[in-house]
Each structure stands twice: as C-alpha cells, then as structure tokens.
C-alpha cells in the first residue's frame, strides 16, 4: 500500500506563491507517473500537471507558465510551484501517482487527502 502526504496549501492574495509538497510512502517498488489534480467547490476534479519519471511534463492549458512541476525520486515527492495564483485557482490540490507496491504487482493509482489552497482577490 502506498500512502500520499501533502502539504503547503494555504491561503494567499492573488499575484501570489505557493509552494505544494507530496510525499509518497509505504510499500513502494516503482512510481511512474506523479501528479497534481484539483478540485473546485461545485466543479469536477482536474488535472493540473503531471511528471513521469524520466521527467517529461504536461500541465493544464490554465495553469502553463504559472505552475511548475517537479519530483525527486529519491525521495518519492512530488512538487507544485505555483506562481502569478489568481482567485480562480482556489481549489483544494490533490497529489496522485501510478505506482506498484511491489515488483511482482500492477501499477495502482494512489490519492492523496488533498490540500486547500485559496487565493483571494
């Protein structure tokens, strides 16, 4: 079983920085893919970003240019940088990741609690 930590949301004023962490732990073989989902009040969950392990990105059209993703695999976590945050990113961040607990399982996708960020105006 793999489990996912977040942490770093918080609030902030628009034009803003936040800086998200996730860290994975448990029974952990291999991670390919790690990433950043996000979920508004009344709306549906939505990619933000996502980094394989060889490092190729991809972000949401809304958020390139202002959000940076990146991960150290020597310590399974992932990051989200966050810059220029307007009202319209608050949402409550959720860490993701395809893994396989051990080397004779399939890959799972893990979630993690989320982590409310909310940018005021």
């Known amino acids: 079983q793999v489990q996912l930590v977040e942490s770093g949301g918080g609030l902030v004023q628009a034009g803003g920085s936040l800086r998200l962490s996730c860290a994975a732990s448990?029974?952990?073989?291999?991670?390919?893919?790690m990433g950043w989902y996000r979920q508004a009040p009344g709306k549906q969950r939505e990619l933000v970003a996502v980094?394989?392990?060889?490092?190729?990105?991809n972000y949401a059209d809304s958020v390139k240019g202002r959000f940076t993703i990146s991960r150290d695999n020597a310590k399974n976590t992932v990051y989200l940088q966050m810059s220029s945050l307007e009202p319209e990113d608050t949402a409550v961040y959720y860490c993701n990741c395809n893994a396989r607990p051990t080397g004779r399982s399939p890959s799972y996708v893990y979630w993690g609690q989320g982590t409310q960020v909310t940018v005021s105006s």
């Open positions: 448990g029974s952990i073989f291999s991670i390919n893919v």
């Open positions: 980094i394989r392990s060889g490092g190729n990105t």
